[in-house]
T-cell receptor, first 116, second 112 residues
Framework: GAGVSQSPSNKVTEKGKDVELRCDPISGHTALYWYRQSLGQGLEFLIYFQGNSAPDKSGLPSDRFSAERTGGSVSTLTIQRTQQEDSAVYLC??????????????FGEGSRLTVL | SQKIEQNSEALNIQEGKTATLTCNYTNYSPAYLQWYRQDPGRGPVFLLLIRENEKEKRKERLKVTFDTTLKQSLFHITASQPADSATYLCALNEAAGNKLTFGGGTRVLVKP
């Protein structure tokens, strides 16, 4: 597709369940980011993938959160044993990742997660 | 600790006036700083980038300045229009990599 695609757009789950959020970046983009945005707040960095390098996981809030990027393309963010405080919009973004590039991010429309 | 601060209060402005938003940062040495626009329920959209060695950048009615001594960027929307109403986010990266960290955003409301 032409842009970053995220699914599902909305997810309602019960506390304690696991959820998976998917991101399809722009074809050819080597950098992929996950951010979390709570209502009325800014973007909280979660994790960053760049090519074949080890991901920067410094923003993951707990060990219940994990992310994978298979084949350098699609990424899945997994939240285990969800808690109510995990409710937020999860945004994925990709960029060309070229050294010395602008690093402009292209965002998807987000996955809104509600934990009951 | 590292901080990126934007005015959390909404900016209400009359159509035709210039809106000025501030982004201040602490304990960063950014290679560049970016500004994004976010509409309700949508992902942010890139607007402008300014590098550490640039003082000012313009794009149509938008102007960004970057003062690495003051550790501040100003974002101006000139001749503002109601369609400019949105939340504006600044983001910066460390020179060492491309990880982008965002400020909390400032909501702008342009009244006709």
């Amino acid at each position: 597709g032409a842009g970053v695609s995220q699914s599902p757009s909305n997810k309602v789950t019960e506390k304690g369940k696991d959820v998976e959020l998917r991101c399809d970046p722009i074809s050819g983009h080597t950098a992929l980011y996950w951010y979390r945005q709570s209502l009325g707040q800014g973007l909280e960095f979660l994790i960053y993938f760049q090519g074949n390098s080890a991901p920067d996981k410094s923003g993951l809030p707990s060990d219940r959160f994990s992310a994978e990027r298979t084949g350098g393309s699609v990424s899945t963010l997994t939240i285990q044993r969800t808690q109510q405080e995990d409710s937020a919009v999860y945004l994925c973004a990709s960029s060309t990742g070229r050294a010395g590039g602008t690093g402009e991010l292209f965002f998807g429309e987000g996955s809104r997660l509600t934990v009951l | 600790s590292q901080k990126i601060e934007q005015n959390s209060e909404a900016l209400n402005i009359q159509e035709g006036k210039t809106a000025t938003l501030t982004c201040n940062y602490t304990n960063y040495s950014p290679a560049y700083l970016q500004w994004y626009r976010q509409d309700p329920g949508r992902g942010p959209v890139f607007l402008l980038l300014i590098r550490e060695n640039e003082k000012e950048k313009r794009k149509e009615r938008l102007k960004v300045t970057f003062d690495t001594t003051l550790k501040q960027s100003l974002f101006h929307i000139t001749a503002s229009q109601p369609a400019d109403s949105a939340t504006y986010l600044c983001a910066l990266n460390e020179a060492a990599g491309n990880k982008l960290t965002f400020g909390g955003g400032t909501r702008v409301l342009v009244k006709p």
